[in-house]
């Protein structure tokens, strides 16, 4: 059964740096990969979907790398800002329809 | 974008009483929907994958008598939670597949408090 780890579960850095949070995941035989962002209490916000055959995605200040052989994958946030406050989610799609496997995220504060 | 919708943000019942939630797809059609559920401090975990004009189909160790799921057409999936008790209290979020695949779009979620 996939299993989908992440690391650190929490992290607080000042404003103005950049970050890494990691994703790993047991089986390798992925469709796709996904980002999200959850605020508290609020549903989630796709920021980034890496399909199996891709090694990364970018959009603004966000780079998701994935490396499917080691079952990895790294969320790069850059020039942090307060505003991305936020618990950030990885989760494996394992088919094209299938539901999503998620891990239980990385609660990330961005002081000013 | 594609946007999903889902009724009511929150809710709180008596134990006992049943609740429905509701998940729109607004400017799609969502031939499948599914249903994940969060407590406190863990993943988001798979209930049921709901599809349009058949049973839904309940990942293991989830009651599929309890969680009663309706996708009568392709905009709209329900999920009821029947005789509600404090242990359901959750955070209740569906999600639609566009079709010809991902990604998957997520409604705002619903949080529960049974009490």
């Known amino acids: 059964k996939q299993e989908v780890t992440q690391i650190p579960a929490a992290l607080s850095v000042p404003e103005g740096e950049n970050l890494v949070l990691n994703c790993s995941f047991t089986d390798s035989a992925i469709y796709n990969l996904q980002w999200f962002r959850q605020d508290p209490g609020k549903g989630l916000t796709s920021l980034l979907l890496i399909q199996s055959s891709q090694r990364e995605q970018t959009s603004g200040r966000l780079n998701a790398s994935l490396d499917k052989s080691s079952g990895r994958s790294t969320l790069y946030i850059a020039a942090s800002q307060p505003g991305d406050s936020a618990t950030y989610l990885c989760a494996v799609n394992e088919g094209g329809a299938d539901g999503l496997t998620f891990g239980k995220g990385t609660h990330l504060i961005i002081q000013p | 974008g594609a946007v999903v919708s889902q009724h009511p943000s929150w809710v709180i019942c008596k134990s006992g009483t049943s609740v429905k939630i509701e998940c729109r797809s607004l400017?799609?059609?969502?031939?499948?929907m599914f249903w994940y559920r969060q407590f406190p401090k863990q993943s988001l975990m798979l209930m049921a994958t709901s599809n349009e004009g058949s049973k839904a189909t309940y990942e293991q160790g989830v009651e599929k008598d309890k969680f009663l799921i309706n996708h009568a057409s392709l905009t709209l999936s329900t999920l009821t939670v029947t005789s509600a008790h404090p242990e359901d209290s959750s955070f209740y979020i569906c999600s639609a597949i566009l079709p010809g695949g991902s990604p998957l779009h997520f409604g705002n979620g619903t949080r529960l408090t049974v009490t």
């Open positions: 400017d799609f059609q969502a031939t499948t």
